[in-house]
Every structure is written in structure tokens, then in C-alpha cells.
């Protein structure tokens, strides 16, 4: 991981993905940029198309970059560090892609609210719509509401894995994080039923309990046949469980408790594919920062 992106509107809310984006650089000795998505009023945007849009003033974005550097030098977490400002002009998640893709950005930060702040992570808040179009994983980092936010140093690594490219994809960008001394990472299959009932009804291969049973008995042996190929040197298990796979893998983030979970999203038409799913309701509803990765493009189905 070489250039780490985090976004900010100078609200609250952002500045609170600081610590985390410091925390990350360091770890991976990478480049961190902070990134202003420069709002042009639309006092300045002519509302006749024949007269065309008015001049921007030349220190309308000199101004914004001003405030960009005094907030970004003000944050005690950059101490150390050379952190590097950049605005990008436009407020929409197709400038700050673009702006993404051109510079080469191997990780972006976010918080989970909308711009200014706004706690509405819901369909159509940037945050929300960037999930769907990010060149890089993004890590949609849960600030507590009060207080500071702890020192982020994620050492309890938790992974839905159903094996599926798209998890996949989240699999192996987990293992990097959860090496090293002091780390640990777990992975979780979740049966559910609901999908179980139709692969059992096109086998029809004694009961339904004898059926889960075997469900659950493979995706362990596959899991720890992955983590002993491809963790080794990880400290790392497998858990099988039955239930919702939302419930299923929140709870076990709060009891573990995890301090980072890992999500992919559908590679064919990204996380619209699971508006209302699994991984757009963990990502809601988690309590500790997740990291949210796009399968590889093209691919569906199980995977190995």
C-alpha cells in the first residue's frame, strides 16, 4: 500500500477518520493525502444555458485549499507525518473517482455520515455512493459519537467468507492486515437457512438437519484448508454458525469483539446489487470500522 486518501468537509464527523488515516500511513509507511471536495456555490452556476456558467473567482479555490491546509496542519494524529492536501473540484463521487483512479490511491477513508456531516448513511448519501464506485477498498471508519476516537490499530480481524469471488477478494486483502505480531483474524461462514432449504431440495439426500449438518461440516473443512494453505504464519480460525447472516456477523464483531471487519461487494453491478442484503446492513449497522472491497469484475458464483 503505497497513497492513502481520506476526505473531509471540515465537519466534526470527518475529522474524527484522522487518527485512523495517520494510523494506517504509518503502518504501511504510505503517503497520506487528505482531499476537499471543493463545493461551488450556485449563486456562481448561471441558470440560463445560452449565457453560460459565471467565472469562478481565482481564489474561490485558493481559499478552500487555505482552510484545507490550516484544518489538515491543526490535526495532532498528522504530527510527523507529511501529509499532503489536495481539493478537488466538484462534489460528486465521479470527480473524487476520477480523482481517485489518476493519482493511483490504494486506499480511501471515509466517515459514515453524508457531506456536513449528516447522519443519513442511507441510499444516495455520498458515502453511500462512493461504496458503489471506488476504484480502491474503502474503509468507512465508525467513530464513537462522543469523545475522542481510540487509537486505531485493528488487531482482531473479523471475515464473512461465503466463497464467493466477491468475499474472496475481501479474504485476501484481510490477510495483510492481520499479520504481525499481537494480530489475529477469524473467519465466519454463516448457514442460512432460508438458501440451504433450496440447495436441499435439489438433492433431496436424507433431512433437512442432515443436510445442514453437512453444510456446516464442509465450509469448516474448507475454511481451515484455506487458512492453513494461505494464512500460514497468521493466527487465524474458522467459525461455522446458523442464522441471518447479518445478525450473525454483527454479533460475533460485538462479542468477539472485532476491531475491523472486512466486506466485499458484488463485482457485477456493485453494492446496488445488495441494497437491503447482507453487506449493506452490516456496513450500517457495524460499531467498528469496515472495509469494504469490489469483487473481481465479471465473476459470480462459489468459489474454491
Not at 501529509?83 to 471515509?110: N, S
Amino acid at each position: 500500500m503505497k497513497k492513502i486518501a481520506v476526505t473531509t468537509d471540515f465537519s466534526e464527523s470527518s475529522r474524527k477518520t484522522f487518527p485512523a488515516a495517520a494510523s494506517c500511513a504509518r503502518r504501511f509507511g504510505a503517503e497520506l493525502h487528505v482531499i476537499h471536495l471543493a463545493h461551488i456555490p450556485p449563486a456562481l452556476i448561471s441558470p440560463w444555458p445560452e449565457v453560460g456558467p459565471y467565472l469562478v473567482p481565482d481564489d474561490f479555490f485558493g481559499d478552500a485549499a487555505k482552510k484545507l491546509d490550516e484544518f489538515s496542519r491543526s490535526e495532532e494524529a498528522f504530527r510527523g507525518l507529511d501529509v499532503k492536501t489536495e481539493i478537488v473540484r466538484g462534489e460528486t463521487v465521479d470527480a473524487l473517482r476520477e480523482h481517485l483512479v489518476r493519482e493511483g490511491f490504494d486506499l480511501l477513508i471515509m466517515a459514515p455520515q453524508g457531506l456536513s456531516g449528516v447522519k443519513r448513511f442511507l441510499l444516495g448519501s455520498f458515502t453511500d455512493r462512493m461504496l458503489r464506485i471506488a476504484p480502491c477498498p474503502v474503509l468507512v471508519y465508525h467513530a464513537p459519537q462522543a469523545g475522542e476516537p481510540p487509537p486505531f490499530d485493528p488487531r482482531r480481524i473479523l471475515v464473512p467468507y461465503d466463497f464467493s469471488p466477491t468475499s474472496r477478494a475481501a479474504l485476501d486483502l484481510a490477510r495483510n492486515w492481520a499479520a504481525g505480531e499481537g494480530r489475529s483474524a477469524r473467519l465466519i461462514f454463516v448457514v442460512e437457512h432460508q438458501a440451504t432449504v433450496y440447495e436441499y431440495a435439489a438433492r433431496w439426500e436424507g433431512t433437512f438437519q442432515e443436510h445442514l449438518a453437512r453444510v456446516r461440516e464442509e465450509a469448516l473443512r474448507r475454511l481451515k484448508k484455506h487458512i492453513a494453505e494461505s494464512w500460514k504464519g497468521i493466527e487465524a480460525e474458522a467459525v461455522v454458525v446458523d442464522g441471518d447472516p447479518v445478525e450473525k456477523i454483527l454479533a460475533e464483531a460485538e462479542s468477539w469483539p472485532a476491531d475491523l471487519l472486512f466486506m466485499g461487494t458484488h463485482s457485477k453491478t456493485g453494492i446496488e446489487l445488495l441494497l437491503g442484503g447482507t453487506a449493506q446492513k452490516v456496513i450500517r449497522r457495524a460499531h467498528c470500522p469496515v472495509l469494504v472491497t469490489r469483487g473481481p469484475q465479471g465473476e459470480a458464483g462459489a468459489g474454491g
